[in-house]
């Protein structure tokens, strides 16, 4: 039996890369709207209870309207907005937060997909507070660069139509400190607030690093940075797509510096832990539009459909 899959925001950046997924899986069929009707109601609503799976790649607003068109009890969904990553009747689409995550996700039918900075966040941090190195009111910071494609079709528009200097030049955003993905780094970060986060977009189309500068003497235990890598080299030893890089500040570095484009196009986020032995630099990096969008999105998919978990993954 081939699975129906409807993709709600099939020409936005995120649907575009899960129809390239989607494509190559001979277990599915891909229905499509007519582009024209891309935003009309009826039309989405009758594709969505047609379909035996829904990814949503929408504003926030349009996808709470899109669940609220489900009219039966089959049609399964994958939401990439933020509407519902912190609602806890929908499933948190990361499944190696913790080892009944996969579970979870297996059995629902809600599933929403985390946002990418957050996904950065949490798996670096997450095994830490879990394994009661660090406290939970621990004052967390972090910050990220990343590539314009995570700001969607306006922002691509933006960079690639645009000839200011302006955009030569990495960017600040978020300074309000109000960053959407907040919430739920709280949540699922297991501290008791959310981090102090500044993301910056740079001139470049994807790719993403997040970094998280620790002090260990405001740690429960003490511990060296190396064997902060080994803690979270333990922690995800089954995870495919999870690869905590051997603790070897040099080895990463090219002429001196650090290649953020080095996971794009794959699935994988590497983890990399370098430090002193009073300061400790968590990174993670990852494709924004792979585990931080479109990948994870079928990775979840994969799950909740009863396929290999890494099926047409890399
Ligand atoms: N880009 C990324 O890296 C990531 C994005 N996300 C999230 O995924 C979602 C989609 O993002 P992204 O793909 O970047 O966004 P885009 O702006 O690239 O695409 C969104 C698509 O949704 C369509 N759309 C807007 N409103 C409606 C509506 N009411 N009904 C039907 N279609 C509608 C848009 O139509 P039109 O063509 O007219 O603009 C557009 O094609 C967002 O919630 C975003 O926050 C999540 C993780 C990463
Ligand atoms: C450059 C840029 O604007 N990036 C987006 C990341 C998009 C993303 O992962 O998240 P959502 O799914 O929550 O939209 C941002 O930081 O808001």
């Not at 990439?80 to 499933?91: G, H, I, K, Q, V």
Request: glycine share 6%; charged share 20%.
């Amino acid at each position: 039996m081939r699975y129906q899959i409807f993709v709600d925001g099939q020409d936005g950046t995120t649907g575009l890369k899960i129809h390239d997924y989607l494509s190559k899986n001979s277990n599915v069929e891909v229905i499509k709207i007519d582009s024209e009707s891309r935003k009309d109601r009826d039309a989405r609503s009758s594709l969505i209870n047609e379909a035996d799976l829904v990814f949503l790649c929408l504003p926030d607003s349009a996808s709470k309207e899109a669940v609220s068109m489900v009219r039966n009890k089959r049609t399964k969904i994958i939401d990439a907005s933020t509407a519902f990553r912190t609602n806890l009747e929908w499933t948190y689409g990361l499944p190696e937060l913790h080892k009944h995550q996969r579970n979870s996700i297996q059995n629902s039918t809600r599933v929403s997909v985390p946002g990418c900075h957050a996904t950065g966040f949490i798996l670096a941090i997450r095994p830490l507070v879990a394994e009661g190195i660090i406290p939970k009111d621990y004052p967390a910071t972090c910050y990220s660069i990343t590539g314009y494609s995570g700001g969607g079709k306006k922002l691509i528009s933006a960079y690639s139509d645009s000839k200011s200097d302006q955009l030569f030049a990495p960017r600040h955003y978020a300074l309000s400190l109000n960053h959407k993905h907040l919430p739920e780094m709280q949540l699922h970060s297991g501290l008791n607030s959310a981090p102090l986060f500044t993301p910056i977009v740079g001139s470049y189309y994807q790719g993403l690093a997040l970094s998280i500068p620790l002090f260990p003497k405001m740690f429960l235990k003490q511990i060296t940075a190396k064997e902060v890598q080994a803690v979270l080299a333990a922690y995800y030893k089954d995870e495919r797509f999870i690869r905590v890089m051997p603790y070897e500040s040099d080895a990463y570095l090219e002429d001196g510096f650090f290649n953020v484009l080095e996971c794009n196009h794959t699935n994988y986020l590497d983890l990399f832990v370098f430090g002193n032995k009073d300061e400790i630099l968590l990174l993670s990096r990852f494709d924004n539009l792979g585990k931080g969008a479109s990948g994870a999105a079928i990775q979840n998919m994969n799950m909740m459909l009863g396929f290999d978990e890494d099926l047409g993954l890399k």
